[in-house]
């Protein structure tokens, strides 16, 4: 770190942290918006989007550029250069957010909503994810192949086979945030919830005490990514005044793809990896509305919903746009909080038991 604040401890630390990325969200947005419509990097109508979506065509588009620029300020201000699992996830989240910028440039080269191909899309995605894959593998031996089963104390070893789980982990939820970015305000308001929820299970797995009171795995090297999440946080509440209904700009694929690597590089590091589903509940269910219409429609030559993915079908359903968006918030809150639940319950489990005796 520029600043020597390591002797400061963990939670100021991240509250500096917090605050800093916000301020910078803040100042930052309206200059950013400027720089967007300056490069004509706008938004141009899907489509596969409800008409009304066509008032949307020509804001600025790769907001997410202000997240990262944000978060890699203040991680290179604050953060503990000595701790090197945060470059695994600073990585995953940066290149991720290239692959989306890419993306990005290409709708704006074409002028289209058309960007990368799908393949070509996949392709680099899945080569970010082996290059995590490989560097758990090569220099971070000490992870463990087991996997959690939220609400239980059980773990299932998968050997070899948990590296293939890891990249469907990170490409699954780097999609799957990018699929729910359609809607003003909505990919980044269900990020609060999850980011929240990282954030005290990092604090609880980096103090001994805490994950011993819940049973969990202390890890104190897991410490920094509890400041990366409180960072991360205040990068996207900055975002969102800029994102929110009506919105000023759009993050486009360098936001939501760098978002849901975030989600997925830390449920490896944390061993949430099935928790994860739970966590990021709202854009699971996204992916999913959006899997099961294609099957459908070329199984049956039906669709199951109006639209995919599904914030699109409530919307031709005849919710308002801020409706939607709210409702969505409040699942992703109740989505992470009975997260953070099964990882309590274990305590509470035993708590009861000790003053039955």
Known sequence: MILKLVFIPLIYRSGIGFFLSLSLS?????KVISWLKEKEMIDYFRLYSPSRHKSKRGTPSGGGVLILLCL???FFLLGDTSNR?????????????LVGLVDDIIKKLRKSSRGLSTKIKLALQSGVCFAVVFLIYCIYPEV????????TSLQIELGLIYFVLVVCIILGSSNAVNISDGLDGLAAGCMIAPAATFIAISFIQQDFHLSTFVNGIYFLEMRELAFFWCTLLGAILGFLKYNRYPAAMFMGGVGSESLGGALGISAVLLKKELLLLIIGG?????????GLQIISFRLTGKRVFKMAPIHHHFELSGLEESQIVSRFWI??????????????FPAIHNLLAGLKR
Do not use: N
């Open 26 to 30: 803040l100042l930052l947005g309206k």
């Open 72 to 74: 890699g300020v203040t």
């Open 331 to 344: 699942a992703s809150f109740l989505f992470s909080t009975v997260a953070f639940l099964s990882i309590i």
């Open 85 to 97: 699992y945060i470059y695994l996830v600073l990585f995953t989240v940066f290149c991720l957010g």
């Open 144 to 151: 463990s192949t087991r996997v959690e089963i939220p609400f």
């Open 282 to 290: 709202v854009f699971v269910v996204e992916a999913l509305s959006v």
